[in-house]
């Protein structure tokens, strides 16, 4: 007897936007965009990035979730039905195929880099790093990273964490710890921005992240830019897709993707502003790049007053915002395996669940005893990072965009916006030529 699906719903607009919210905001918020900010111009870059989110970011984001509302299957089924419910071809189902695929490749090493946050975390409530200089900290480091056992604990028990909210379902699990996080990860940010203000070196940090310097915006910033406003949206992972086919018909997707995108970009901001104070305070170098959050923080803390619970404040911080884009990477795994096998909502996420966290164990041993294990020239873990950042995120936010652009009815995408006839023509131009032309120019940059 074939097994009934009911698609599940989110119970309220603010479930759905704190649960997307979530998605977007990642580890890439807490380091790499304020690092980008301070490197790329400060406020020049800003503008930069929030055009080039209006104008490709915001697009994409509408229209998987536009795609997936439609469907109301994952990711895969809701392009092939809703392509053959408009006359074309249900081939477009591999756009859905390289989402879900993407998806389940970032959240096999992004778990590792959870399991890093939760360690580190534990270290510092304990005071494992107190009095300690900048080689004993940078060794410790170096020997967490080449100690497969450590990895292989912490890296399980964030996919534990991970498969346990997911397997709660949308409204018990996701919506649920999305309202509790988020909210939650707001708190931590504003804590330690307080703090910052206490340090001497927060003026530093507001002049570092935010005095304009036009002469660094060159052709390289517009690009990073660019990029960023891609992939910080959690965007051509299937995941929004995903999101999507949980939604009812009375969200307005226009003015949600608006909030969505707010939200996200004033929680990137704070957390420059939460962490470059403690930076310039201490003399440290703000362009220590993923080593700052590893190895130049846990020195700053472990040297300063209150610095063991400012600590693990911070790292349980850097652990939420992991779980929450981690969850986020899991489900449209989930929602594929439980839609086309007879495993319920547990099954599946147990069955998805232990296939990323297998992958993943290639991807930590590459730090360690398959370090000479060599693809292309890169080890497993960057072999990971690149094939999905350089070639199945762009291709598969070009898909949906330009399938919502050129092959949706018109008249019916019109309705679905709320627009008038003339901001929908403004809206067309830039689905149909403005978006898909930044993400091209995003994927031949990055080959």
Same mark, same amino acid.
């Given at each position: 007897?074939?097994?009934?699906?009911?698609?599940?719903?989110?119970?309220?607009?603010?479930?759905?936007?704190?649960?997307?919210?979530?998605?977007?905001?990642?580890?890439?918020?807490?380091?790499?965009?304020?690092?980008?900010?301070?490197?790329?111009?400060?406020?020049?870059?800003?503008?930069?990035?929030?055009?080039?989110?209006?104008?490709?970011?915001?697009?994409?984001?509408?229209?998987?979730?536009?795609?997936?509302?439609?469907?109301?299957?994952?990711?895969?089924?809701?392009?092939?039905?809703?392509?053959?419910?408009?006359?074309?071809?249900?081939?477009?189902?591999?756009?859905?195929?390289?989402?879900?695929?993407?998806?389940?490749?970032?959240?096999?090493?992004?778990?590792?880099?959870?399991?890093?946050?939760?360690?580190?975390?534990?270290? =510092? %409530?304990? +005071? @494992?790093?107190? !009095?300690? &200089?900048?080689?004993?900290?940078?060794? #410790?480091? *170096?020997?967490? $990273?080449? /100690?497969?056992?450590?990895?292989?604990?912490?890296?399980?028990?964030?996919?534990?964490?991970?498969?346990?909210?997911?397997?709660?379902?949308?409204?018990?699990?996701?919506?649920?710890?999305?309202?509790?996080?988020?909210?939650?990860?707001?708190?931590?940010?504003?804590?330690?921005?307080?703090?910052?203000?206490?340090?001497?070196?927060?003026?530093?940090?507001?002049?570092?992240?935010?005095?304009?310097?036009?002469?660094?915006?060159?052709?390289?910033?517009?690009?990073?830019?660019?990029?960023?406003?891609?992939?910080?949206?959690?965007?051509?992972?299937?995941?929004? =897709? %995903?999101? +999507? @086919?949980?939604? !009812?018909? &009375?969200?307005?997707?226009?003015?949600? #993707?608006? *909030?969505?995108? $707010?939200? /996200?970009?004033?929680?990137?901001?704070?957390?420059?502003?939460?962490?470059?104070?403690?930076?310039?305070?201490?003399?440290?170098?703000?362009?220590?790049?993923?080593?700052?959050?590893?190895?130049?923080?846990?020195?700053?803390?472990?040297?300063?007053?209150?610095?063991?619970?400012?600590?693990?404040?911070?790292?349980?911080?850097?652990?939420?915002?992991?779980?929450?884009?981690?969850?986020?990477?899991?489900?449209?795994?989930?929602?594929?395996?439980?839609?086309?096998?007879?495993?319920?909502?547990?099954?599946?996420?147990?069955?998805?669940?232990?296939?990323?966290?297998?992958?993943?164990?290639?991807?930590?041993?590459?730090?360690?005893?398959?370090?000479?294990?060599?693809?292309?020239?890169?080890?497993?873990?960057?072999?990971?990072?690149?094939?999905?950042?350089?070639?199945?995120?762009?291709?598969?936010?070009?898909?949906?965009?330009?399938?919502?652009?050129?092959?949706?009815?018109?008249?019916?995408?019109?309705?679905?916006?709320?627009?008038?006839?003339?901001?929908?023509?403004?809206?067309?131009?830039?689905?149909?030529?403005?978006?898909?032309?930044?993400?091209?120019?995003?994927?031949?940059?990055?080959?």
């Amino acid at each position: 007897m074939a097994k009934t699906h009911t698609h599940a719903q989110w119970s309220s607009r603010m479930g759905f936007v704190l649960a997307a919210t979530g998605s977007a905001v990642g580890l890439g918020n807490i380091w790499k965009f304020p690092y980008m900010i301070g490197q790329s111009g400060g406020a020049a870059f800003v503008l930069v990035y929030l055009a080039c989110i209006a104008m490709i970011g915001l697009p994409i984001l509408v229209s998987e979730w536009m795609i997936g509302r439609r469907g109301q299957k994952n990711p895969i089924n809701t392009m092939s039905e809703v392509a053959a419910a408009n006359g074309r071809s249900r081939n477009w189902a591999v756009v859905g195929a390289t989402g879900v695929l993407g998806a389940f490749l970032i959240l096999s090493f992004y778990s590792v880099i959870g399991g890093w946050a939760l360690s580190y975390m534990g270290d =510092m %409530a304990s +005071g @494992s790093f107190s !009095g300690m &200089d900048k080689e004993a900290v940078g060794g #410790a480091f *170096t020997a967490f $990273l080449a /100690d497969p056992g450590s990895l292989l604990v912490w890296h399980s028990v964030f996919m534990a964490l991970t498969v346990g909210v997911v397997a709660m379902g949308v409204s018990g699990g996701l919506e649920r710890a999305s309202k509790l996080m988020m909210p939650a990860l707001g708190i931590l940010l504003m804590v330690l921005v307080a703090y910052g203000t206490t340090t001497g070196g927060f003026g530093a940090a507001v002049q570092y992240l935010f005095n304009p310097d036009w002469s660094k915006l060159d052709g390289k910033v517009v690009l990073a830019a660019l990029g960023h406003a891609f992939f910080t949206l959690s965007l051509g992972m299937g995941i929004m =897709m %995903a999101y +999507g @086919s949980y939604l !009812g018909q &009375d969200v307005n997707l226009l003015r949600t #993707a608006r *909030t969505v995108v $707010l939200m /996200d970009t004033v929680i990137a901001i704070a957390a420059g502003l939460a962490i470059f104070p403690i930076v310039f305070a201490n003399g440290l170098d703000p362009a220590a790049g993923p080593g700052l959050i590893f190895v130049t923080l846990p020195l700053a803390f472990g040297n300063i007053s209150g610095g063991l619970v400012l600590g693990t404040i911070f790292f349980l911080l850097l652990t939420f915002a992991a779980l929450t884009s981690a969850i986020s990477l899991l489900e449209p795994v989930v929602e594929l395996v439980e839609e086309r096998t007879p495993l319920s909502r547990l099954g599946a996420t147990a069955v998805a669940g232990m296939a990323t966290w297998a992958l993943g164990i290639a991807a930590l041993l590459s730090f360690n005893v398959w370090g000479d294990v060599l693809i292309f020239g890169l080890n497993i873990f960057d072999l990971l990072d690149q094939l999905t950042s350089k070639f199945l995120l762009p291709l598969t936010g070009l898909g949906a965009i330009v399938f919502a652009a050129w092959y949706l009815d018109r008249d019916s995408v019109r309705k679905e916006l709320g627009l008038s006839a003339g901001a929908f023509g403004v809206w067309s131009f830039v689905a149909r030529f403005v978006a898909p032309a930044g993400v091209l120019i995003v994927f031949v940059s990055n080959l």
